[in-house]
């Protein structure tokens, strides 16, 4: 009898499906009809395999076709259409995603935004479609690298449903993650294809997705260059769930950043390209306000964790704050630029509140003031063109050295430093800057290693003499 009761309610369904009348209801109705036998007798679902490419083709048929909002009775059919993929996705995984990818993989843009809309609809409620979850997010992936869409609108919803589902962490969801990322920029104001949505809503809605994504894949985006135009988003995000993280006690630990280097950034990167970004703080929107506040969330006294280090908490505590203050209360027309560099990078009278130097002295770590060294010295060629720019990775570089207590140390990287290019004249000021600096506290030891360097580039000719190098540094208090 069930047997038979399932076969009426399926003919009748499927004819009425196949042969629509001339009212939007008699769809609706054959739609009702099939999802109670499908709901009703999942058992049979053998049978219904038959007719599987037949029911697909006509449900996807009912979803491309252009709707007014004022049409009721077709909207109402081509949403029962979505409801009819979302209870036939868990049983016919496979089959639906094999007939979704070919209109994802044509130049049809109404067929693809329809394919990413069933996609959407068929991941936003359980069960989702786990068994072709590496195929779904490997296949939109595709898309988006070879360029093949017109309509963002359906692709970024498409993204913000797989966030939910977790599988942006699969094999090409990183791609996906950088395509959100990239509609984070200030919009441009050009014409859309009908039906999309404009550069600010686009912009608007992939902001607010952000924090669906895992905040290891956010962070990867941090140190880039060619994100610096999403720099705020990112930042506020991230301080937002770290700070969520550490309020509910599941702050995050970053132990990762030594075992898996080349995926996340290390701490020493972390602090480089944020302490650069806030050099220029009202650049790219003002990025230095949440640069810091990124850097104040990840301290250790706030994520519970060593996530840069674990002795700089009580100070970050206390010096981050204060800077931040300091820069919302100036703007761009008030802020003395020498002495907010100065607030930045070196200890050194008038200013006793510098942030990079007193955190590699609070660290007294030569292993890490090492590693930062070496970030620096990797980074500098890579940071804007502009002389200032090129300018400032080198005094970085000398305030650490300048807060290291190791001799040793000191002299290998000063050699290190004077045997880098210096083709350019901001390369030459800089390197002679960062000697200046480091001269402050460890004069003897830059006089060594200059007169080495010396006698390696004039090997036949007599060496200045220790007095004649000392004279050439006019060493004061508050040396910039």
């Known amino acids: 009898m069930a047997g038979d009761r399932f076969r009426g309610l399926w003919n009748e369904g499927y004819g009425l499906l196949l042969v629509p009348g001339d009212s939007g209801s008699t769809e609706t109705n054959c739609l009702c009809h099939l999802l109670d036998a499908v709901l009703c007798h999942r058992k049979w679902s053998k049978r219904l395999y038959h007719s599987l490419d037949n029911i697909l083709s006509t449900l996807f048929t009912q979803v491309c076709a252009k709707t007014e909002i004022s049409d009721t009775l077709s909207n109402w059919n081509q949403t029962s259409a979505l409801r009819a993929f979302q209870v036939l996705g868990p049983i016919y ?7 979704l990818r070919k209109p994802m993989e044509g130049a049809e843009e109404v067929e693809c935004t329809a394919a990413l809309t069933v996609l959407r609809e068929v991941t936003q409620e359980p069960p989702h479609m786990d068994k072709v979850k590496d195929t779904m997010v490997q296949s939109v992936a595709l898309l988006i690298q070879e360029n093949n869409y017109q309509v963002k609108s359906p692709l970024l919803q498409l ?12 094999p090409g969801g990183s791609v996906l993650v950088d395509f959100l990322i990239r509609q984070c920029e200030l919009p441009v104001f050009t014409v859309n294809p009908e039906g999309d949505w404009d550069e600010e809503a686009v912009q608007v809605y992939s902001i607010n997705t952000l924090n669906l994504v895992p905040w290891k894949m956010l962070l990867q985006f941090v140190c880039p260059l060619e994100y610096v135009n999403t720099l705020i988003p990112i930042c506020k995000t991230l301080t937002s769930l770290f700070i969520k993280l550490g309020k509910g006690g599941l702050s995050p630990y970053l132990a990762e950043f030594h075992r898996q280097p080349t995926e996340l950034p290390t701490p020493q990167a972390l602090l480089l390209h944020l302490l650069v ?3 220029y703080p009202y650049k790219h929107g003002g990025c230095g306000v949440v640069a810091l506040q990124l850097l104040h969330a990840l301290h250790p006294l706030n994520s519970l964790h060593p996530v840069i280090h674990s002795d700089l908490g009580q100070l970050w505590m206390e010096m981050i704050p204060e800077l931040i203050q300091y820069l919302e209360a100036h703007n761009e027309g008030t802020l003395e630029e020498e002495k907010w560099k100065n607030k930045l990078l070196q200890r050194l009278s008038p200013y006793p509140d510098q942030l990079l130097e007193r955190s590699v002295e609070a660290i007294m770590d030569d292993a890490w003031s090492c590693e930062l060294a070496n970030e620096i010295l990797v980074k500098s060629k890579s ?6 720019d090129k300018f400032f990775p080198y005094k970085f570089y000398g305030a650490v ?3 290291s207590r190791n001799r040793d140390v000191v002299r290998e990287y000063l050699s290190i430093i004077l045997r880098t ?9 800089g390197i002679a800057s960062a000697i200046s600096l480091v001269a402050t506290r460890h004069l003897k030891d830059i006089l060594v ?3 080495e360097f010396i006698n390696i580039l004039n090997p036949d000719e007599s060496s200045p003499s220790e007095v004649q190098l000392t004279c050439c540094f006019t060493v004061k208090p508050g040396l910039k």
């Open 383 to 388: 940071y804007s063109q502009r002389c200032q």
């Open 277 to 279: 970004i806030s050099l």
């Open 159 to 170: 993204i913000r449903s797989f966030a939910c589902c977790g599988y942006l962490i699969l």
């Open 421 to 429: 290019s210096q083709q350019e004249e901001a390369e030459r000021e």
């Open 449 to 451: 290693v200059l007169q």
């Open 401 to 403: 050295l300048r807060a």
């Open 93 to 99: 995984q496979e089959d639906i995603m094999a007939f």
